[in-house]
């Protein structure tokens, strides 16, 4: 990539940023050479972008893959990057909320399908949540975070940045970290530190489970009273005391644990315990 493109085309069309639709676009080449090569992209591929900006990492995909379908919601940035990548005929663009789009719908027969972004921080984990509860055929997401979200991604129990956002994408993916990247690669700087992580989805999720709905409902009580014993987190649920006790005994988990202290098969055991007993 040209080293300026970036500041050059926000220039040329007198771009103005919007803040709140986390619009820091990169501007350091090696970085976007970085995410192309950790998504691994071939020619066969079909890759998602969400949040194109003005489309800078999208021509570096466009060069690598078969196709890219580019969801952003800026209107302003579509006459932009249609002028600007008008060159690339496997370049396809949906002016939407990443949020409100039926992947289903996109991806439709494509077989091997990967995400990549630079997320626009303000929704990242709503974004992730949605793309992994969605069962969509995505092979990978390499995606550009905010380093926190990351750690808190990759987080072993005891940890503080273990929670449910980990066990999420640790039940359904691999993790593999592709590169920091400092806010000076950033055009307007963001005031925090970024991280690219590629998330390989499995064949099978790491845990299997009897009801996967009360898995996560399960991890999602244990971290929202942090500071609760696992019991007293677990009531909040309504589940029989009882039942509750029982389960936990068949499941040799102490009562007075802290969810944070639970390991990803623990869950999967105390789950299917609670399950077989409702
Ligand atoms: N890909 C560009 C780059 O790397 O320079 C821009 C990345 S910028 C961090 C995030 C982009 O996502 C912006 O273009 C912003 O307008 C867009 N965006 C924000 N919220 C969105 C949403 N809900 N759905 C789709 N795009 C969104």
Redesign the pocket.
């Known amino acids: 990539m040209e080293k300026n493109s970036?500041k050059e085309i926000v220039n040329k069309y007198n771009f103005k940023f919007?803040k709140s639709?986390?619009?820091?676009?990169?501007i350091d080449s090696q970085v976007l050479t970085d995410i192309v090569e950790g998504a691994e992209i071939n020619n066969n591929d079909f890759i998602i972008?969400?949040?194109?900006?003005?489309g800078?990492?999208?021509k570096e995909l466009l060069k690598a893959a078969k196709k890219v379908m580019a969801?952003?919601?800026?209107s302003d940035?579509v006459p932009i990057l249609k002028e600007e990548l008008k060159d690339y005929e496997n370049f396809q663009l949906i002016n939407?909320?990443?949020?409100k789009v039926d992947f289903n719908e996109i991806i439709g027969e494509e077989q091997s399908v990967k995400l990549v972004a630079?997320?626009?921080y303000y929704?990242t984990t709503p974004i992730i949540a949605k793309l992994l509860n969605g069962h969509y055929k995505f092979k990978s997401l390499t995606i550009m975070i905010q380093k926190e979200v990351g750690e808190r991604i990759a987080a072993k129990p005891n940890t503080k940045e273990y929670g449910a956002l980990s066990l999420l994408v640790q039940y359904y993916c691999d993790i593999k970290i592709i590169r920091k990247v400092s806010p000076s690669s950033f055009m307007p700087k963001p005031r925090v530190e970024s991280i690219v992580i590629r998330l390989d989805r499995l064949d099978e999720p790491k845990v299997k489970v009897k009801n996967q709905e009360l898995f996560f409902k399960i991890v999602r009580a244990s971290f929202n009273m942090r500071r609760k014993t696992l019991w007293n987190a677990l009531k909040s649920l309504g589940i029989n005391k009882d039942l509750l006790e029982k389960a936990l005994g068949e499941a040799e988990i102490d009562p007075k644990r802290r969810g944070e202290t639970l390991s990803i098969d623990e869950f999967g055991r105390l789950s299917d315990c609670i399950n077989e007993l409702l």
């Open positions: 970036t919007t639709l986390g619009q820091n676009f990169l972008e969400i949040g194109p900006g003005v800078t990492l999208t969801i952003e919601l800026d940035l939407k909320d990443a949020l630079n997320l626009p929704v």
